[in-house]
Each structure stands twice: as structure tokens, then as C-alpha cells.
């Protein structure tokens, strides 16, 4: 099974600032025969399921904000709030979709400094 | 508008069974692949079970192989997850959600059911 591990496990960060939240899949999530990194990454609010923001390591979901964004390859990735807003308190989780089990991260709770 | 919506969740005592339902509405179903996810109080995701379009195919996590059985009846555009010797380990909010490829990301969740195993 790929293990996903996210740090930090918990950042605070002030109101229009950047928040980076990175993930390390324990094998690479790349598959090189269509250069797709299959790494997707989940925002959940308290009481609410998760929402998909970024698929395929970087590409934004419909209706996601562009400050959200996504970067990596094979096997490190990171998950950009590029000006924090109010509405972004969550836990984010990243998720590889490689292969069965397809398994998230342990989750990153972000707060308002 | 897309959506599922889950149902059948409870309190049940350890050793019994549980049978969660997802309606899909707003899109061909058996087009998709479907999963179960679940999540303890304050703790985070874990993948439980899928099922391909057609039905065919499944696949479980180890922690729950050979005690719950996904299946789907496309004809009614509803999943299911049949949990049966349930333990206290098993208690968590339970999300359907929703997969267009074998290796995709799960765009579309449902709400979540919540199931407590307690005596």
C-alpha cells in the first residue's frame, strides 16, 4: 500500500498571508506513460464531506478559487493557499488514486493566526 | 444538480449488522465507479470499499474484508454497504462518493450517515 504523509499536521496562518501544506507519498504516484501524478487533494470543513479543490497533482477543480494551487511530481507534492482567507479554516487531506487503497493523508488542520 | 445522498446509519451493538444506502440523483450512475469512506469522531479519511460501474468488480480495505459486501443496483441509481459483525472500531460517519475512471479522484460526496457500534 502507498502511505501518504502530510506535514505540518497543524499551521496557523494570518489573514491574507500564503499557507503551504505538503504531502510525501511513500512511492511515486507518477505514471510516466501519460505523465499524470495521480494525487488529488480535499478540503473538509467542520460538519461538512470533503471537496475535491486540485486532481492530477495540479489542475484546479470547477469553481475552486485560484489561490488554491497544486504542485509536485512522483512522489513530493504541496498545496498552496497563495492569500489566506476566513472561509479556508478547514482540514486538508491529500490523496493518491495510484492505486487500491486509495489512501489519504492524515490530514492538515489550518487555523486563522 | 449532482448528488448523493446516503442513508441507513445507527446505533447497532458490536456483532450486529447495518445495511448504509447511497441514492445517486443528476447524473448516469452506472457510468461511475463508487466508493465508501469513513471517518472516526475527530479523525481523519479512511477508504473503505469500491465498486465498478457494472457491478463486477470490488475491492476492500483490509480492516473490513470479509465482514462488509458493496454492491449497487443501477436500476435504482443506489450503492450499498452491507456491514455485518460490526465492532466498536467500526463507529464513523460514513460518505459515499463518486469516481468517472479505475484512477480517479472522488469528485462528488454525499453528506455522510453517521454508525455507532456501542453496547
Known amino acids: 500500500d502507498i502511505v501518504m504523509t502530510q506535514s505540518p499536521d497543524s499551521l496557523a496562518v494570518s489573514l491574507g498571508e500564503r499557507a503551504t501544506i505538503n504531502c510525501k507519498s511513500s512511492?511515486?504516484?507518477?505514471?510516466?506513460?501519460?505523465?499524470?501524478?495521480?494525487l488529488g487533494w480535499y478540503q473538509q470543513k467542520p460538519g461538512q464531506p470533503p471537496k475535491l479543490l486540485i486532481y492530477?497533482?495540479?489542475t484546479r477543480e470547477s469553481g475552486v478559487p485560484d489561490r488554491f494551487s497544486g504542485s509536485g511530481s512522483g512522489t513530493d507534492f504541496t498545496l498552496t493557499i497563495s492569500s489566506l482567507q476566513a472561509e479556508d479554516v478547514a482540514v486538508y487531506y491529500c490523496?493518491?488514486?495510484?492505486?487500491?487503497?486509495?489512501?489519504f493523508g492524515q490530514g492538515t488542520r489550518l487555523e486563522i493566526k | 444538480e449532482m448528488q448523493l445522498v446516503e442513508s441507513g446509519g445507527g446505533l447497532d451493538q458490536p456483532g450486529g449488522s447495518l445495511r448504509l444506502s447511497c441514492a445517486a440523483s443528476?447524473?448516469?450512475?452506472?457510468?461511475?465507479?463508487m466508493h465508501w469512506v469513513r471517518q472516526a469522531p475527530g479523525k481523519g479519511l479512511v477508504w473503505v470499499s469500491r465498486?465498478?460501474?457494472?457491478?463486477?468488480?470490488?475491492a476492500y480495505a483490509d480492516s473490513v474484508k470479509g465482514r462488509f459486501t458493496i454492491s449497487r443496483d443501477n436500476a435504482k441509481d443506489t450503492l450499498y454497504l452491507q456491514m455485518n459483525s460490526l465492532r466498536a472500531e467500526d463507529t464513523a460517519v460514513y460518505y459515499c462518493?463518486?469516481?468517472?475512471?479505475?484512477?480517479?479522484?472522488?469528485?462528488?460526496w454525499g453528506q455522510g450517515t453517521m454508525v455507532t457500534v456501542s453496547s
Open positions: 443528476g447524473f448516469t450512475f452506472s457510468n461511475y465507479w
Open positions: 512511492q511515486s504516484v507518477l505514471d510516466s506513460s501519460n505523465n499524470k501524478n495521480y
Open positions: 462518493a463518486r469516481t468517472f475512471l479505475s484512477r480517479d479522484a472522488f469528485d462528488i
Open positions: 465498486i465498478t460501474g457494472d457491478g463486477s468488480n470490488t
Open positions: 492530477w497533482a495540479s
Open positions: 490523496q493518491q488514486y495510484y492505486s487500491t487503497p486509495p489512501d
